[in-house]
């Protein structure tokens, strides 16, 4: 198992109704719901983000697929927007897209672009088996396990572990499973450890650079 993400998108909410604040991995942007709906409008709303998801992401296959092509098309645009219909209680979402050709295309360019957008990442997650997983922490829920030498301290969540393997594989010399204390600080210089640490995608490690008051004993 490997996430798509090096970093997981990390968002939170406080009592402002109803701005969120999510942090991705270069930066933070707020989403929030209409005032129609109780919100203060100040950045894009859930179903927004999933049709920009899905818009940015047939233009990005577009533009990789025409510039492979070496064709000279300059400007493309995407409209997206979606609606829902309620069958003897089954909802099925519609989501229409719309490509937009602002340079011309050949009638034979435009069927081969229209498969490449058709099958575009996104795309293929919505329209493949998908699953969301949700599990519930408590702040201070997660045991926490220390690591330490003079140098670094590795704080470990078990309860956060998800188990991609991507520690251990990537840095053996430093997480070993197969030993009760799995991880060992010293086997890496603190710079490598840090890049190391911040691969893992659930958030189950901790790099700290100790203090001089802070160094082990
Ligand atoms: S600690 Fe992080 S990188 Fe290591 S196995 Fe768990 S989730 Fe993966």
Known sequence: MKYKLEKPVHGTIGNSKYQCTIEWRNGKFVADEPTTIGGKDTGPDPFTLLLSSLASC???TLRMYIDRKGWTIDQVAVNANLYQETK??????????DILFISPVSDEQKMQL???AKACPISKILQGELKVRVFVYREGDAKTIKYANE???VLWKPEFCQHST???TQMP???KPSLRKWIDPGGASAEKLEQQIAKCPSGALVFIKNEPENKTQ
Do not use: A, M, S, Y
Not at 88 to 97: L, R
């Open 58 to 60: 047939k233009l990005i």
């Open 173 to 175: 010399q430093v997480f």
């Open 166 to 168: 991507r520690c251990w």
């Open 114 to 116: 229209l498969d490449i």
């Open 88 to 97: 003897e209680g089954i909802t099925t979402t519609i989501i229409d897209c």
């Open 151 to 153: 140098e670094v301290t």
